[in-house]
Nanobody
């Protein structure tokens, strides 16, 4: 059974940092591109960052320079380091193992 389990969300003040983790199991995801998306209330789900199996990364415009995605293929885990958080980063953050394996999401709330 394929599972993606996110952790690390929570409440943080503006300017603070959080590190999200996504542990994948059930198949060999080391060859899959993986990514993070987020969805705020009343808004569409949007790209945060992706990382290929060989470490190439892409970022959404709103997080460039503040967030960093990485992965550990031995643990089949992908990470999202979020720095300089802003209230507009408040959302449910979802892990994706391409093409269509989604986690359940973890809430990130940034207070002003």
């Amino acid at each position: 059974q394929v599972q993606l389990v996110e952790s690390g969300g929570g409440l943080v003040q503006a300017g603070g940092s959080l590190r999200l983790s996504c542990a994948a199991s059930g198949r060999n995801f080391s060859i899959n591109t993986m990514g993070w998306y987020r969805q705020a209330p009343g808004k569409q789900r949007e790209l945060v960052a992706t990382i290929t199996s060989d470490g190439r990364t892409t970022y959404g415009d709103s997080v460039k320079g503040r967030f960093s995605i990485s992965r550990d293929n031995t643990k089949i885990t992908v990470y999202l380091q979020m720095n300089s958080l802003k209230p507009e980063d408040t959302a449910v953050y979802y892990c994706l193992a391409f093409p269509y394996y989604w986690g359940q999401g973890t809430q990130v709330t940034v207070s002003s």
